[in-house]
Each structure stands twice: as C-alpha cells, then as structure tokens.
C-alpha cells in the first residue's frame, strides 16, 4: 500500500505543470502617456493561452484587429464601441490593432505573442499616415 502511494505521489510530481495563462489589461483612453487617442500600453508581449482584455475607459472606442496583421491560426477580433473585449491568444505571431474610430489618429497598438520576429510585410497594410507611424514607432522600440 506505501509502495502504490509512493509511486502516485512521485508520478504527480514528475507530471509537466501546465503554465498558468495570464490576463493582460489593455485601456483604450482619450488621453494616455502617449498622447490622444491610445491603447495603453501601446505594445504587449504575450505568450499562447494569454488573456488580453481591452477595457473602454473612456467612450467611443474599440478593439479590433488590422487586416493583413493577424498571424495566422489567430482568429481576427472586433470588439464593439465602448464594450469591453477578450481575446486568447492561440498562436505565436504578432498582432495589430487599431481602435476604428480612431485610427486616423493613430490609435493601434501591437501585441507580440512568443519571442518570433516581426513577419515580412506585417507594417504594408492600407492605413492612415499617422496609424503606420505609431506602428512603426511601436515595432521599432517594442515598448509604450
């Protein structure tokens, strides 16, 4: 009888425990440390099973993601104005987006999932100057 609960007790701590999955919180605000009209924080690194949840601090905004800067195996997102959003991530790549009222303006944001590069051709979408700026921005210093 001490043998098999031995055993059992030595199996369960050799077992693989799986990570637990993060819940990472995204603001969308009218007025931010970056400036108006932005995703707070501007960029997220993330791994597979993550949580990010995009909160509508303030009105008028959403979350959704940018054609053609999706990874794929990652279903595409669109939250509705002024209503909270979650996504789980479900593939390495990295992700971008904009807030559709406010993309004109420069409201994205970049979510990197997995320590992958930046995939060719992920900043050639068709978008406003000031939005492939602040993506531009965002990639090139990985940061807020």
Do not use: W, Y
Not at 42 to 60: C, E, I, L
Not at 108 to 137: H, R, S, T
């Amino acid at each position: 009888m001490k043998l098999k609960s031995l055993t059992a007790a030595t199996l369960l701590a050799l077992a693989p425990i799986p990570a637990l999955a993060e819940t990472i919180e995204v603001q969308m605000l009218n007025r931010g440390e970056a400036g108006t009209m932005v995703f707070e924080p501007r960029f997220v690194s993330a791994q597979v099973g993550d949580v990010v949840v995009f909160r509508a601090a303030d009105k008028g905004h959403n979350a959704e993601t940018v054609k053609g800067m999706v990874p794929e195996g990652q279903e595409p997102f669109a939250g509705k104005i002024n209503e909270e959003i979650e996504v789980e991530l479900t593939t390495e790549g990295m992700i971008g987006v904009k807030c559709k009222p406010h993309l004109g303006m420069g409201m994205v944001m970049v979510i990197q999932v997995g320590a992958g590069d930046m995939p060719d051709g992920f900043l050639d979408a068709k978008m406003p100057k000031k939005a492939k700026k602040a993506f531009e921005d965002i990639v090139a210093t990985g940061t807020n």
